[in-house]
């Protein structure tokens, strides 16, 4: 009998954790709603998805495509896109998740598409593979804009982005004279393909270590962005190393998974690191005086500027534009104004 | 007699000759291979899979597997470093990342024993479930600012790390269970042979139920040590970490047929994999390169661990047969 009971409960949890799964796993309902508002327009869109549009006077009805809702900077933005839509009376914006895969991505955009949005805006899981899907969005006479990362070269679409470039560069301009002479330094890099990857690493080719032929990388892995990889490659090049000068990182991630191994190490307190993103624990490490530089990706200016454009497009004021956010160098003489702005965004705790 | 021996020898030890065959050729190449600091982070960044390994071998052996592993330790992490930001109770968070490491778990057990569902669907199922949730608990962000927590992954007692410690203190328990317990040999039975365990009086459902519970157990250190190593609370973090585990329990001998592995051969396989991982960085090999080293020192340790095993087998069959 007690058994039963149990087998009983059990059963209760996991059919809630399995319904719960489900709906965070479906690729064409509403991701992440944090306002109830929100979570109501996406459950009517779920259910009319896939019937024609669902025209409410005077509203701009605008879908976003989000790589991935489990990519934190992709989380993010998504978030800041719905903030950003509040700012306007006539959008109503629906986040659709592509799940990091092109597939699904690709089938979001499809729906999209059917359901006759006035505007998509994608944000690529692989821009190559979105290209054909985004070209049908305009053959449909539909409003489309590409993302983080922008698709170059489609005709009649248009793009917002930052530029991976210039992140890089305006760290990689600093370093120059950061760094000492002769140093040996260790570099982390993004997944291979990636475009955000491979820019910032041109950048940091041509605006440091062609300028500075003296220092030597003793170190250089693919990390994948992540931070317990570097954690990994970092404890290893310590150890065969006696001396590191900077910690050179595609993102800011890796270059915080570097800086855990030789915290706290006097051999390596004088350590320069180099990040991209702006992260919010990379604002705190740059303010705390562990970390050199990073330059700030961000998505709350990403979203103002998607929306804007998308606005601009939508009440015909303009047919094409392309543009970038900017790219601002974050040191330790502006690191606190950035903690200040992820403590008003919930993002850092007091 | 003495080819014999030595073939028992063989059968017995292969993957632990393999290792040392390892250790010998990594510190000619790498004069700090064996250096006090490097086996140490060795054995710090080995630890995380190997626990997640031991679940693996228990489940394996016991005729099961566990894919969700890595997706529950997110969870259980996530969910203890939050308890810990909001408690401050180093006491509480662990118990936090056990409770769900075991929930999760007994959820899987539920679904395989009393449901009768293939492990590989249940666990995989759990694995979407439990990343969801840490996504959805989290809102895909990662959590900061973990202060004492990061003890558990980078703290020390003495000259050695906690996380080391914990590895040794499991190995020995693991080790006691499944050589020294009636419960550890009746997971041999039932992965040998689950009717025959059945019609010998095992409580195979019980049995079944208490490996997952272990395994969750496991998962939930594990979840703790990982979160605190890389001072974070990562949802994201540990994609694909169940076949870490895997890897390590097969390349250390545990059969995918069940009622096979021990645990010294699993820690030996974990040992192999961090040993190559290490050796390749320390070396400066390639990305790229060291993952096809990797797969191809991977298939030939086991094609030489199953090699010197069947030779001996085979040897006793054509004694017999003559």
Not at chain 1, 260 to 274: N, Q, R, T
Not at chain 1, 293 to 317: F, P, R
Not at chain 2, 13 to 25: A, R
Request: glycine fraction near 8%.
């Amino acid at each position: 009998m007690k058994k039963r009971v149990l087998a009983l409960a059990l059963g209760t949890i996991m059919a809630a954790t399995l319904l719960a799964g489900c709906g965070s796993g479906s690729s064409d309902s509403k991701e992440t709603a944090p306002e109830s508002k929100e979570t109501e327009t996406a459950e009517e869109t779920a259910e009319d998805s896939g019937d024609a549009a669902k025209e409410s006077k005077g509203t701009y009805r605008v879908a976003y495509i989000a790589r991935a809702q489990s990519d934190s900077f992709a989380a993010w933005l998504a978030n800041e896109m719905l903030a950003a839509a509040e700012e306007y009376d006539d959008i109503e914006l629906d986040v659709f998740d592509g799940q990091a895969d092109d597939e699904k991505e690709n089938a979001a955009i499809e729906n999209a598409i059917t359901s006759k949005y006035d505007a998509i805006i994608v944000q690529p899981n692989n821009g190559e593979a979105q290209r054909p899907y985004v070209e049908q969005i305009v053959k449909a006479g539909i409003v489309a804009i590409t993302t983080n990362a922008r698709i170059d070269g489609i005709e009649g679409a248009s793009s917002v982005d930052a530029d991976p470039y210039a992140q890089a560069a305006v760290n990689a301009q600093a370093a120059v004279e950061q760094v000492p002479q002769n140093a040996k330094v260790v570099v982390l890099n993004g997944p291979s393909g990636n475009f955000h990857a491979d820019e910032r690493r041109k950048a940091w080719q041509a605006e440091f270590f062609d300028k500075r032929t003296d220092v030597e990388i003793v170190g250089e892995q693919i990390a994948n962005w992540n931070k317990d990889e570097a954690v990994q490659y970092m404890e290893d090049w310590v150890t065969s190393n006696d001396k590191i000068d900077a910690i050179i990182s595609m993102n800011d991630n890796m270059a915080a998974g570097a800086l855990e191994v030789v915290a706290g190490k006097e051999e390596f307190k004088d350590i320069l690191s180099y990040g991209v993103d702006g992260t919010a624990e990379a604002c705190l490490l740059i303010e705390a005086g562990t970390m050199t530089s990073t330059c700030l990706q961000s998505a709350i200016d990403l979203a103002k500027l998607n929306l804007e454009t998308v606005h601009k497009l939508l009440t015909g004021e303009e047919k094409q534009i392309d543009t970038d956010i900017d790219a601002p160098l974050i040191n330790k003489d502006n690191a606190s104004e950035y903690v200040q702005m992820y403590k008003e965004r919930g993002l850092i705790k007091e | 007699m003495n080819v014999k021996k030595t073939n028992q020898i063989m059968e017995k030890y292969s993957i632990f000759i393999v290792l040392l065959i390892m250790i010998i050729l990594c510190s000619i190449l790498n004069k700090n291979f064996l250096s006090t600091n490097n086996i140490s982070n060795i054995m710090k960044q080995l630890a995380v899979a190997t626990i997640l390994a031991y679940g693996e071998m228990l489940l394996i052996i016991s005729g099961m597997l566990d894919l969700s592993s890595g997706a529950v330790l997110a969870l259980a992490g996530v969910l203890s470093v939050s308890t810990y930001k909001s408690s401050g109770s180093l006491l509480l968070a662990l118990l936090v990342a056990l409770t769900i490491g075991v929930v999760c778990n007994l959820v899987n057990a539920l679904m395989v024993t009393n449901f009768k569902t293939p492990p590989f669907i249940a666990t995989l199922a759990m694995q979407t479930v439990a990343r969801g949730i840490a996504l959805l608990y989290t809102k895909g962000q990662n959590i900061l600012q973990l202060d004492q927590y990061v003890v558990f992954g980078q703290g020390t007692i003495g000259p050695v790390p906690v996380s080391i410690i914990f590895m040794a203190v499991i190995t020995v328990v693991i080790w006691y269970i499944m050589k020294h317990t009636r419960f550890g040999r009746s997971l041999y039975a039932i992965g040998g042979n689950e009717e025959a365990a059945v019609a010998s009086g095992i409580n195979v459902m019980k049995n079944k139920y208490i490996v997952f519970v272990i395994n969750g157990l496991l998962v939930g250190i594990a979840g703790v040590l990982f979160m605190s190593r890389v001072n974070a609370g990562l949802p994201n973090g540990a994609v694909g970490y169940e076949m870490e585990g895997l890897t390590a329990a097969i390349v250390g001998g545990t059969s995918f047929s069940g009622g096979v592995g021990t645990t010294m051969g699993t820690l030996a396989g974990a040992f192999i994999i961090g040993c190559l991982n290490n050796i390749m960085n320390l070396a400066g090999v390639d990305s790229y390169v060291q993952q096809i080293v990797k797969g191809v020192i991977i298939a030939l340790a086991v094609i030489w661990d199953i090699q010197s095993k069947s030779k001996k087998s085979t040897k006793v069959i054509l004694v017999e047969s003559k």
